[in-house]
């Protein structure tokens, strides 16, 4: 009777993990064109970097349907929808920031205090990607849904000009 109830609690347990997984839709309501990847570097050193994906949306029904956030190399990011002279596309932008606050260092040890331990992420990625896939999320019906974008095209980066010496 004990044991039976031990395998009665890791059953409900081991089929409760299931649901937390993030469902991959085969098929959507949409049709998406092709997928370009560009990663921008700025010209100064505190303008920073990122990274933008641009989805090329084909066909998206007029109501019921919404484009929410995109997964990509590590990273999630909010969609805007654009219209271009080409068509319609969902803008996903990334900035890539190295935050490295100020330290002080000195002799004197007891001089360092105020100094800060670095962050650790604790946020694990919900998806196992290759580098050329993404998953985009959308919401319909009012059930948020994942499918996931194959074969997204790097372009080299974009390099901006800093500021002219004098």
Not at 10 to 26: D, F, H, I, N, Y
Not at 64 to 84: C, P, T, W
Not at 142 to 164: C, E, H, L, M, Q
């Amino acid at each position: 009777m004990r044991y039976s109830i031990y395998i009665l609690f890791s059953l409900v347990m081991g089929l409760g993990g299931c649901s937390s997984q993030k469902k991959l839709e085969t098929s959507t309501p949409f049709v998406l064109g092709p997928t370009i990847c560009q990663d921008w570097i700025g010209g100064r050193a505190e303008s920073g970097s990122g990274r933008v994906l641009r989805i090329a949306v084909r066909e998206m029904p007029d109501e019921g349907i919404s484009l929410q956030n995109v997964y990509f190399r590590g990273h999630m990011a909010k969609i805007d929808m654009v219209m271009e002279d080409n068509g319609m596309i969902a803008l996903a932008k990334y900035e890539l920031k190295s935050e490295k606050p100020d330290m002080i260092m000195h002799a004197d040890s007891t001089k360092e205090v105020g100094n800060q331990p670095p962050k650790l992420k604790s946020k694990e990625f919900p998806f196992d990607l290759q580098k050329d896939e993404a998953v985009l999320s959308y919401l319909q019906d009012d059930k948020i849904k994942y499918v996931k974008i194959s074969g997204v095209v790097d372009k080299p980066a974009r390099v901006y000009k800093g500021r002219p010496k004098n």
